[in-house]
């Protein structure tokens, strides 16, 4: 029994089975997914991964482009929090070029396991060359925006080190708006 308040719910053992056939109907259709049915168990654990790096991408993206950079010059910062920042940012971008790796493999994985590239509709083939190029700037963020900050911060050049970290927030915001349509395309394509 569930309580709640002194209210009795009484749950039995087949809600559960019915509450999962339900989601899976809802997610995938009664007939199931699109994909080959022999697939679905190296499929799920490749979409697994992809999820779980997908997560950690696009919501740091979203947090440092939208909250918290264009925030940070009119905190007047400290040149310990601007060395505190860049530190944050080399961490984010390398667990980015990790993510995005991730995203990479497992998402060309799921291209196989759906047949190939041959059987991909038009929607599906949009999100895997945008996907690439959302993947792909992580290593951008990396190697040229966070150097940039770097660059600066070793230089002591605080308006070089701000104007860094203007275009590491324009970028995740480019990247992060990117990839919300990429989602919507992938979600779209999904019902060909």
């Given at each position: ?161 701000e104007k860094s970290v203007a275009k590491y927030a324009a970028f995740a915001r480019f990247l992060a708006i990117l990839s919300f349509l990429l989602t919507l395309i992938g979600v779209l394509g999904v019902y060909r």
């Open positions: 029994l569930y309580r709640n308040r002194g209210n009795h719910v009484p749950l039995y053992p087949q809600t559960f089975q019915v509450a999962l056939r339900i989601a899976a109907d809802v997610s995938w259709g009664p007939a199931g997914p699109f994909f080959l049915e022999e697939n679905m168990p190296s499929f799920a654990i490749w979409q697994f991964f992809h999820l779980v790096a997908l997560l950690y991408w696009v919501g740091g993206l979203i947090l440092l482009g939208f909250y918290w950079l264009p925030r940070w010059p009119r905190m007047n910062p400290s040149r310990q929090a601007w060395e505190n920042l860049q530190e944050i940012l080399k961490g984010f971008s390398l667990g980015g070029v990790i993510a995005a790796s991730l995203l990479l493999l497992s998402g060309y994985a799921m291209v196989l396991g759906m047949g190939g590239f041959a059987v991909l509709s038009p929607a599906i083939w949009l999100m895997v060359i945008l996907g690439t190029m959302v993947a792909l700037g992580a290593f951008h963020l990396f190697f040229a925006a966070h150097g940039r900050l770097r660059k600066a911060l070793a230089q002591a050049d605080m308006v070089m080190a």
